[in-house]
Every structure is written in structure tokens, then in C-alpha cells.
């Protein structure tokens, strides 16, 4: 468990008066904010009615959803804590995560990241794009209008049913659409706007299948999630 700094301990202390929460719980919530670097909470304490997920901008998530009152105070206390993380930097004394991957410098600073197992993730709210790192391997997808809060589970050791939880719910990797990496990516000669960018479609198109396969081949997908995935794909053509 990751210590609290000297002057976080104060802080706590001031929070749980004025939040009306118990110092315990607060020091739970900074633990997972500061864990979330400002930007997300996924916390499991009694007094936050258990399990919940909190994202900066207003998303929250608990486990009594219609308690509408819980819901404000634990918001209004995870804004505050996430005010003081940007101000001050760092709450805790933890280590930096060992083995974090570095991620690509052109998709920005990541709005929510995590791990399970050895798989790494790093969501980009101003990009759409979810990137993952698992043994090595970088793969990149378009989130569309989904807001990454944290991984749901891994089911399944055989396929890696790898499922993300968003605003809407809880969301398969197999309907999300990998894409290329910009920076290894070489860009072909104009030979006219229509017909190029039909070509760069069709390219694009034909890359994602590729990449659903070595998804499939890898076990991250089941062959029932890469023939409906292609299916979708190939109908854009």
C-alpha cells in the first residue's frame, strides 16, 4: 500500500472534516486518485458504498447508483483531491509502476491509465484512441465516443476477452477498431484527391483486418469476434 506524504496527511485530515467522511476513507480516495495521476479514481471502501470508478469531468460510478447524495459528496471529494494532486504533484510516496511503457509521444498526455497482468493500457481523450502494451506489443484503436474509465475483466485464458469499462457500460476490445501507428506509417504520392483518398480508405480498411488477425492469432480475440469484426470492415469498402 502506497504511504502518504508528510503534508497529504493534513490534507486528510482537513478533507474528512469538511466532506464528512472518516479519515480512513479519505486517505483510500487520495491513494487511488493520486493512483489515477488526478485524473481517475477506481476506489473500494464501505463508507463510498463499496466498488466505484470516478473520472475527472463527472463521470462517476457506484455500486448504489440512485444514491444521489453519496454520489455528490464522493465527486465533490475526488474534484477536490484531484485540485490538490494538480497543484502540489504526487500525494504518495509510491514507486513509479515498474515495467510502465512508455507511450507514443504524438498521442499526448493519457486522460486514464492502468494495467492487468501484464497487460498495460492508456487512454487519450483528445485523440479517441486507446492504446495497449502487452508483451511487448503496442496496439492502438479508436475508442469513438467512449470514455475509458479502467479495465472491467479478463475472461477467458484461452481468448483474452479483454473488456474496458466506458460511459456506456462495459465495452468488448473486439468492437473497437485497431488502427495504424501514425509514426510508422509512410505516406503515399497524391495522384488526385478522389481516387486517393478511396485508396486510403481501402488501405486503411485492409490494415485493420490484418490487425484483427494477429489479434486473433495472438489470443485476444476469439474467431467469432474476428469474422464479425471483418464482416463490419469489409461492408465499409
Known amino acids: ?68 447524495s453519496l454520489r455528490a459528496r464522493v465527486d465533490a471529494l475526488c474534484s477536490e483531491i484531484a485540485g490538490v494532486y494538480a497543484a502540489d504533484g504526487p500525494l504518495t510516496e509510491r514507486s513509479p509502476q515498474a515495467g510502465a511503457p512508455a507511450w507514443p509521444e504524438y498521442l499526448g498526455t493519457p486522460t486514464a491509465t492502468g494495467s492487468q497482468g501484464d497487460l498495460h493500457y492508456a487512454w487519450f481523450a483528445d485523440q479517441h484512441r486507446l492504446a495497449l502494451m502487452r508483451h511487448g506489443q503496442l496496439q492502438i484503436f479508436d475508442t469513438g465516443d467512449h470514455r475509458i474509465t479502467g479495465v472491467a475483466q479478463q475472461q477467458g485464458h484461452s481468448h483474452g476477452n479483454i473488456q474496458f469499462t466506458s460511459q456506456n457500460g462495459t465495452i468488448d476490445l473486439a468492437s473497437l477498431t485497431p488502427i495504424d501507428n501514425p509514426t510508422t506509417k509512410t505516406d503515399e504520392p497524391s495522384t488526385g484527391p478522389s481516387s486517393s483518398s478511396n485508396r486510403r480508405g481501402g488501405d486503411d480498411i485492409i490494415a485493420a483486418i490484418e490487425r484483427l488477425g494477429e489479434l486473433r492469432e495472438r489470443g485476444l480475440l476469439t474467431e467469432d469476434e474476428f469474422k464479425a469484426k471483418k464482416t463490419e470492415l469489409l461492408s465499409r469498402l
Open 1 to 68: 500500500m502506497s504511504r502518504l506524504k508528510p503534508h497529504t496527511e493534513q490534507i486528510a485530515a482537513d478533507l474528512a472534516q469538511r466532506h464528512g467522511f472518516s479519515r480512513d476513507a479519505v486517505r483510500h480516495m487520495i491513494r487511488t486518485v493520486d493512483a489515477g495521476w488526478g485524473g481517475m479514481a477506481a476506489f473500494d471502501h464501505p463508507e463510498f458504498g463499496g466498488p466505484g470508478q470516478w473520472m475527472q469531468g463527472g463521470m462517476i460510478m457506484l455500486s448504489e447508483p440512485f444514491n444521489h
